[in-house]
């Protein structure tokens, strides 16, 4: 067999929104978010709740970031969204408190079945515990957590859960030590 | 010896059309390609045709895509071209039909030779075969052929041509496993 | 312990120049610098030096470049800088003559303490030396030296010096083979 996106078909998929709320994202996401303009972090938080994300306090959201719905996004207290971060996400995303995606990186909720010639979507969500930290042009993939404080280091794919507390490297990444934290 | 690119000179290279018209796509892409401005993709298919870009049926481009030079690109039938993909064509790409370039992935056609103090410019074709999946965030180099129906995971980098019906990862990808497709 | 952002204190950094002229350069790089607007190298030149830069003859700047801080950024005779490089200069960036910075790559100066609940800023400067090439979407991190004629391929990752005349490769970048350079 081989692939036929002619028959692709994502008709089940549910956005979440209408057609219309989600052009009037698009439009914001691409003059406020994936931009230089009002760099003011309230202000973005503001417009998120605006468009049914539910944000803590302290959340601090740096230029040229792109986010899918936020109407599937979930982030908690003091949480950073570093520049030219990329929250792809087709599925529900739940960041927690006091986490770090560093600049450049992605969480990438969307996928095809590679088995089937009708290269069927599939969506899975992500979780982001507390105190967790991606690292600079690193992609989480669907259907991952990161556990509480543990740490995606630089330009690495976690393809599978991250435990606790501990420091991942590679593609696909792999556990290289503890991570301890002291006062 | 040392590199010195005072001494670099690619004068031979030959980019296809003249300054003029390279000048208008250079407009047209920063407008309307790389851009969240007019997301129909039926319009992009048309302006990269009216450039001299062979494009088949049922093909898909999505927003802030680059393309360097339309008049070196040929894609066929139901193929995608994600969010953010680049196609650093200084040589031909040609995208076969139901391939799928993922978001934020790049088909890179330029190297220069490491070996020579003046760096000489190296360009070489790519070609994507029927059913050719690159993934998100993936880097074809130049000169690789993706064979029908092979998918290069997440972040890898294709530094040498993939095998139809494979599944590659890492940097160099290496083959994982058999990519088996059930209609 | 557990990370707690609401405890991050930066106040001890010194970004070397104050909020107005920060401000005046945010709207002057996301205006000349990461846009394709006047893709004319020289006239960036000039903002740069402009913002103290220190930057040598024959330099080549090409579009959607993204730099932090001019004033703390020295660029040598003949060295490029790539469409889609970001030069994260938290810290003195010192790039020498003859380097080739490659499109999509990335120099980051920044880090921060994975071991403090009060995940302490750690800032660090990059140096590259004379005929360095990093690659297409590799990363620099912070404290690295590129020594002379060396090379990070495609996508990798230098977490440690690269020794002079060598080519590095991955994540983290291993050196696979001696780069000679001949006239």
């Known amino acids: ?16 929104k209408n057609a219309i709320i989600r052009l009037a994202w698009y439009i914001t996401n691409s003059i406020f978010f994936n931009s ?3 760099p003011i972090s309230s202000f973005k938080v503001f417009l998120l709740r605006s468009f049914g994300a539910k944000i803590g306090i302290g959340v601090n959201i740096k230029p040229k970031v792109n986010i899918k719905y936020p109407w599937k996004l979930t982030i908690g207290d003091y949480s ?3 520049e030219e971060v990329w929250i792809d996400n087709l599925d529900l995303v739940t960041i927690g408190n006091n986490c770090c995606l560093s600049q450049g990186c992605m969480l990438l909720c969307g996928n095809h079945n590679h088995k089937k010639s009708t290269f069927d979507l599939i969506t899975k ?59």
């Open 80 to 82: 950073w969204i570093g």
């Open 36 to 38: 230089y303009i009002i």
């Open 125 to 183: 969500p992500i979780t982001l515990e507390d105190g967790a930290w991606i690292g600079a042009k690193s992609v989480v993939c669907p259907g991952i957590t990161i556990k509480s404080n543990s740490l995606l280091t630089v330009c690495s794919v976690a393809t599978s859960n991250l435990e606790a507390n501990s420091i991942y490297r590679g593609n696909p990444a792999v556990k290289i030590k503890d991570r301890i934290i002291e006062p």
């Open 1 to 16: 067999m081989s692939i036929n996106l002619k028959t692709y078909n994502n008709s089940w998929y549910n956005p979440g």
